[in-house]
């Protein structure tokens, strides 16, 4: 919801050479140099902290970065500039950045089960650096006339209907074919093995990616791992084999799980509070102190730019974020021209007030990249210093019978008070001990219904079909 202007990359002159693969010792084409790499994760770093969000646990990211920078110094490239960084969104995801930048999202912590795993994924995000998979889909996106960051994103204000079908650093999360997929795999293992942690903790956490796709876990926020790290469970028996291999020295190993609980006891689950989070079909932002009520049954996606609802099953969509607001214009004619510099034409509108907000109404016409054609019912609210958008759409013949939905979520919109909005909190992971006679469905009940019994099971590395432990310390995620 705040307003940025992103620093464009530099991403000119990569020049197609012949170099050596640090990982293979084979000699292969790059289109991008070890310095260009470099370059690129350093510019690349505050702009991605900016669009996403440091999370603030200052102990927790030392702790990550210490195992990273552990596993960093033993792989094939240890001279580079590595930086590590748990980043505050909500989605199941890690990903890398060509030069060794490696960043874990919040939302995957949850769903791992030791330190071990953690030591798993990382080592498997520095193997796409090592191997230079990175550097090779980095080049292709940008080849193939994709854009990365400055080449697609656009000026919030200017460009308000761009990107809905993803993040605006939607392309960093570049999907690796299977054959690389697997090398990091292999390589996590290795690197972790190197360092005294169980190389198994890498297929068990592809089992419970596997899981979770079958949980429907939550995928909100950025792309997750099961979108742009493909084929989890049928990646399970290739890497066995090197796991077994591994354990086959005799060495011992550990996984450090109480450690990691303990570590990651207390994190946000979920929505932050301090971007606004989705509560049923309400979202609510604290921060900027309002609410709005999307249609029932409505998925909603939350991200740092905009809110976006869409109905499932069908091509209504909608939208809340915020346009600029130029001091002294009316907001009959901020909507106007912020709709026109968008490219929608004005077919109708009135100056209204909803829930007490100079507001302005509006039927639209025009183009979205990606859907076509459509029209829109747009209000424009301005509320505490800044004017909100909140809009819905559909191709023009759904848009009679919709119309009546997109205004009731539309004149919604309302203040919260200041006891309100300090009210909501975020939901957290707690640890439980198992009792006699518990399921995983009295146990999600018990903590609050906050996540489904199937997602709590794929949390702890089980099943619905399997009985948790009696005694056996788990993670469960209680309401805020």
Known sequence: MRRRVLIPLMLLGLVAACATNPVTGRRELSFMSEAQEISIAQESDPQIKEEMGVYNDPELQAYVADIGQRIAQISERPHLPWRFTVVDVPAVNAFAVPGGAIYITRGILPFLDSEAELAGVIGHEIGHVTARHSAQQYTQQVSGQVGL????????????????????????????????????????????????????????????????????????????WLSTHPEPLSRVQDVQATVDELRSSGASYVTNRDEWIRRVDGVIFGDN?????????????????????????????????????????????????????????????????????????????????????????????????????????????????????????????????????????????????????????????????????????????????VVTPATLAVMNQSTLETRPQVGARIKIVVSG
Request: net charge negative.
């Open 273 to 449: 509070p301090d971007q606004g989070l989705a509560r049923g079909r309400a979202f609510l932002h604290p921060v900027l102190r309002f609410q709005i009520d999307f249609p029932d049954q409505w998925e909603i996606a939350n991200s740092p730019q905009q809110v976006v609802a869409r109905a499932p099953g069908t091509d209504a969509v909608m939208l809340l974020r915020g346009v600029a607001d130029p001091q002294g214009q009316n907001i009959r004619d901020i909507a106007l021209n912020s709709m026109r510099s968008a490219g929608f034409r004005a077919a109708d509108g009135e100056a209204v007030t909803i829930s007490g907000l100079d507001a302005f109404l509006g039927v639209y016409q025009g183009q979205i990249d990606g859907l076509g054609t459509v029209t829109m019912r747009a209000g424009h609210i301005r509320h505490d210093g800044q004017v909100y958008l909140v809009a819905g759409f559909t191709p023009p013949d759904g848009f009679r019978q919709s119309d009546a939905t997109f205004l009731a979520s539309i004149r919604s919109f309302r203040p919260l008070s200041a006891a309100e909005a300090e009210a909501i909190r975020p939901n957290r992971v707690d640890l439980y001990v198992v009792r006699a006679g518990d399921t995983w469905q009295a146990i999600a009940e018990r903590s609050g219904g």
């Open 149 to 224: 960051l400055a080449l697609s994103i656009f000026v919030p204000q200017a460009r308000p209907f761009s990107e809905l079908s993803g993040q605006a650093l939607g392309v960093l999360f570049m999907k690796y074919g299977r054959d690389d997929e697997l090398q990091a795999d292999r390589l996590g293992a290795r690197y972790e093995a190197t360092l005294g942690w169980d190389p198994a903790a890498v297929p068990e956490f592809l089992s419970t990616l596997g899981r979770l796709a079958e949980a429907a876990g939550d995928r909100r926020g950025v792309p997750n």
